[in-house]
């Protein structure tokens, strides 16, 4: 760290190494079939959905890996500059910031623990967690998402450390 960087309170960005699988993590998310296919509301709370889906089965996967403990701090922190900023973007003012970020980290955690348990028991186990956290269309079958993250979270099972974090890989 520099002297002008220590003086002026800047740090370099411990969270660059990080930063592709977050992008990737997001484009996924984005990809238009979790909506039109799957039937994924495209809305706020249906985007922030399937961001927390695909983010939380990123997070299962690098739990399980002593490497990735720390990156997935990083990439927790990224995740919640993200929240703020989309927050405050969407006039979220900065005296409640911090209370509706705390609400979307318990939810992430709520999320969490539910696919902790689910995941290893399979689609017919996942499909009902699934209904409860995403926000899908009228009519959706949320047993479509299931067979998604599934198949999500066992290309990231299969995925070496270096990979995941380089964001070397394909949905």
């Known amino acids: 760290m520099s002297f002008l960087s220590?003086?002026?309170?800047?740090?370099?960005?411990?969270?660059?190494?990080?930063?592709?699988?977050?992008?990737?993590?997001?484009?996924?998310?984005?990809?238009?079939?979790?909506?039109?296919?799957?039937?994924?509301?495209?809305?706020?709370?249906?985007?922030?959905?399937?961001?927390?889906?695909v983010f939380s089965l990123v997070l299962l996967r690098m739990e399980r890996e002593e490497s990735l403990i720390e990156p997935s701090v990083r990439l927790t922190e990224l995740f919640v500059e993200d929240m703020d900023g989309q927050l405050r973007q969407n006039g979220i003012g900065d005296l409640v910031?911090?209370?509706?970020?705390?609400?979307?980290?318990?939810?992430l955690g709520g999320r969490l623990g539910a696919l902790r348990e689910a995941l290893p028991q399979g689609e017919p186990a996942l499909a009902p967690v699934i209904a409860r956290n995403v926000t899908l269309i009228e009519g959706a079958d949320p047993a479509k998402v299931a067979r998604e993250a599934a198949a999500l979270a066992k290309r990231f099972d299969g995925l070496a450390a270096d990979d995941l974090l380089a964001a070397n890989f394909q949905p």
């Not at 990737?24 to 709370?45: H, K, Q």
């Not at 970020?101 to 318990?106: F, K």
């Open 6 to 53: 220590r003086i002026f309170g800047r740090r370099e960005d411990d969270r660059a190494h990080v930063r592709p699988l977050w992008h990737r993590i997001v484009a996924i998310a984005r990809e238009p079939r979790w909506y039109a296919e799957l039937g994924v509301a495209d809305t706020v709370a249906g985007r922030f959905d399937a961001v927390t889906l």
């Open 97 to 107: 910031v911090g209370k509706h970020i705390g609400r979307l980290m318990s939810v």
